[in-house]
């Protein structure tokens, strides 16, 4: 609603990864700097690593709305710990070379093949895998031995790293001393600092048709980056419920008042009977602790008619009840947190804002 609210074409805040808002903060534009060094050289491994929310996933959308589609062959992957004879298949099958049940040697053989019929046609493949840190090491070094892969010593398979910060203490490992050889640059993509937050935001709003309407104040800025970190998915999470806010409360210019409320809303969403869960869960851990603690007490007082054991059992039955409890509490965010996700999912699902793109955005 809040698009409509300042006349923007669609929602500028929106945590669907979209490359069509791509932003150029310093360590984004280094770390195109690395991925365009790495075409060039047209060999080896180039890692990037980043938070979730830093922005690789806009990254490597950005990049592929810079390559040439007729020259480069791009094969992604989006990694959840895929094992190798797994890996190998899905790099198959973006060769366009069906792998179903054959064995490894014939899986790799069949891949060389692919990797050549693509040389054939004058392109290079590139290799994009997301969220590396999830491979196995196992399945590292089946991507350094495609890596291996030339045609008349040139190579035929390039590769782009990409995960999050654990990625990079992973390389320490002995056994990846092979794979640290063939990387030829490497880079971490860090929060953007305060300076970069203000023309950010800007930007993204006038991507959507921005009239100058809302406004951030200084002190607003400065109150989304301390809480966000600097993190692009963060900064957009905050500042569209900002911008819910300023909609339903009719504001034009945000001052760090408003953004703490929002901040407040944030950090107390889930509530129970009107309190933040946290609360009401530590009202109830009382009223259990309370309702079993009376008769220790009591205990206490006439030692003389409970024996240890009956109170050794009260304790222990209190601490079962508080562990089901907490076990309650996070089955109950879990919940909730699945509800928003929901809502706003039919929220795209219906149109309201920008029509949702297919294609990658802060991730």
């Given at each position: 609603?809040?698009?409509?609210?300042?006349?923007?074409?669609?929602?500028?805040?929106?945590?669907?990864?979209?490359?069509?808002?791509?932003?150029?903060?310093?360590?984004?534009?280094?770390?195109?700097?690395?991925?365009?060094?790495g075409?060039?050289?047209?060999?080896?491994?180039?890692?990037?690593?980043?938070?979730?929310?830093?922005?690789?996933?806009?990254?490597?959308?950005?990049?592929?709305?810079?390559?040439?589609?007729?020259?480069?062959?791009?094969?992604?992957?989006?990694?959840?710990?895929?094992?190798?004879?797994?890996?190998?298949?899905?790099?198959?099958?973006?060769?366009?070379?069906?792998?179903?049940?054959?064995?490894?040697?014939?899986?790799?053989?069949?891949?060389?093949?692919?990797?050549?019929?693509?040389?054939?046609?004058?392109?290079?493949?590139?290799?994009?895998?997301?969220e590396?840190?999830?491979?196995?090491?196992?399945?590292?070094?089946?991507?350094?031995?495609?890596?291996?892969?030339?045609?008349?010593?040139?190579?035929?398979?390039?590769?782009?790293?990409?995960?999050?910060?654990?990625?990079?203490?992973?390389?320490?490992?002995?056994?990846?001393?092979?794979?640290?050889?063939?990387?030829?640059?490497?880079?971490?993509?860090?929060?953007?600092?305060?300076e970069?937050?203000?023309?950010?935001?800007?930007h993204?709003?006038?991507?959507?048709?921005?009239?100058?309407?809302?406004?951030?104040?200084?002190?607003?800025?400065?109150?989304?980056?301390?809480?966000?970190?600097?993190?692009?998915?963060?900064?957009?999470?905050?500042?569209?419920?900002?911008?819910?806010?300023?909609?339903?409360?009719?504001?034009?210019?945000?001052?760090?008042?408003?953004v703490?409320?929002?901040?407040?809303?944030?950090?107390?969403?889930?509530?129970?009977?009107?309190?933040?869960?946290?609360?009401?869960?530590?009202?109830?851990?009382?009223?259990?602790?309370?309702?079993?603690?009376?008769?220790?007490?009591?205990?206490?007082?006439?030692?003389?008619?409970?024996?240890?054991?009956?109170?050794?059992?009260?304790?222990?039955?209190?601490?079962?009840?508080?562990?089901?409890?907490?076990?309650?509490?996070?089955?109950l965010?879990?919940?909730?947190?699945?509800?928003?996700?929901?809502?706003?999912g039919e929220?795209?699902?219906?149109?309201?804002?920008?029509?949702?793109?297919?294609?990658?955005?802060?991730?």
């Open positions: 609603m809040y698009d409509e609210h300042y006349g923007l074409s669609g929602r500028p805040f929106q945590l669907t990864p979209d490359p069509a808002f791509w932003f150029d903060t310093a360590t984004h534009r280094k770390a195109m700097a690395y991925l365009g060094y075409l060039s050289q047209g060999e080896g491994f180039i890692v990037i690593t980043g938070s979730p929310g830093a922005g690789k996933t806009t990254l490597v959308g950005h990049l592929m709305d810079t390559i040439d589609r007729e020259r480069l062959n791009v094969i992604r992957i989006v990694t959840t710990q895929v094992k190798s004879e797994d890996l190998l298949h899905l790099v198959a099958q973006g060769l366009g070379t069906d792998t179903t049940g054959l064995a490894k040697a014939q899986t790799l053989a069949a891949i060389e093949k692919g990797l050549h019929a693509v040389a054939r046609t004058g392109k290079r493949t590139l290799l994009i895998v997301d590396a840190q999830a491979l196995p090491m196992e399945s590292l070094e089946e991507l350094r031995m495609l890596s291996n892969f030339q045609a008349g010593g040139y190579p035929l398979l390039q590769i782009f790293l990409l995960g999050q910060p654990e990625f990079r203490a992973l390389f320490a490992d002995p056994r990846l001393e092979q794979l640290r050889q063939r990387v030829i640059a490497m880079h971490q993509l860090d929060p953007m600092g305060l970069e937050l203000e023309p950010y935001l800007i993204r709003l006038t991507v959507v048709g921005w009239n100058g309407k809302p406004k951030f104040e200084q002190g607003a800025v400065e109150a989304i980056h301390r809480w966000s970190g600097g993190i692009p998915r963060k900064v957009n999470q905050l500042t569209g419920r900002v911008m819910l806010f300023g909609a339903i409360e009719q504001i034009e210019s945000f001052s760090a008042e408003d703490e409320t929002v901040i407040a809303d944030l950090d107390n969403d889930t509530v129970v009977a009107g309190r933040p869960l946290a609360a009401a869960a530590n009202a109830a851990t009382a009223s259990a602790t309370a309702s079993i603690e009376a008769p220790v007490a009591a205990a206490a007082q006439g030692a003389e008619l409970v024996d240890n054991a009956a109170i050794d059992a009260l304790h222990a039955r209190m601490a079962r009840l508080e562990a089901r409890l907490e076990e309650q509490d996070a089955a965010r879990r919940v909730l947190t699945l509800m928003v996700d929901f809502i706003e929220e795209g699902a219906r149109g309201i804002g920008a029509p949702r793109r297919e294609t990658a955005a802060w991730q």
